[in-house]
């Protein structure tokens, strides 16, 4: 099993800044991938950005792109999301997950299901 918390998300304006951190623990050394998700009031969750242990290669949802960095420390075995530029839109609970088997192409990594483990969620609120 794999546990997941996420925290430093919040209130803040359009243009600012938030870098949410993600601790894993338990089996994290089995698990291939690790990604961010979020899901607005009344919408589908939807894939933001990730990463696989094994590599450098990130991934990333196009409205991200540019705005957004995802980074890891092995050492911690946490992840971490930058959020640069937020816009109102942004706006969502974002999900810390982990996936356990590898994947045989991009495609996969951004799709949910695909992974294994989630964490409760943290509440980044952007006001215009």
């Known amino acids: 099993q794999v546990q997941l918390v996420e925290s430093g998300g919040g209130l803040v304006q359009a243009g600012g800044s938030l870098r949410l951190s993600c601790a894993a623990s338990g089996r994290t050394f089995s698990s291939d991938a690790m990604g961010w998700f979020r899901q607005a009031p009344g919408k589908e969750r939807e894939f933001v950005a990730a990463f696989r242990w094994s590599g450098e290669r990130t991934y990333y949802a196009d409205s991200v792109k540019g705005r957004f960095t995802i980074s890891r420390d092995n050492a911690k075995i946490m992840v971490f999301l930058q959020m640069n530029s937020l816009k109102a839109e942004d706006t969502a609970v974002y999900y810390c997950?982990?996936?356990?088997?590898?994947?045989?192409?991009?495609?996969?990594?951004?799709?949910?299901?695909?992974?294994?483990?989630w964490g409760p969620g943290t509440q980044v609120t952007v006001s215009s």
């Open positions: 997950a982990a996936k356990s088997r590898m994947a045989p192409n991009f495609y996969y990594y951004t799709v949910g299901a695909q992974y294994d483990f």
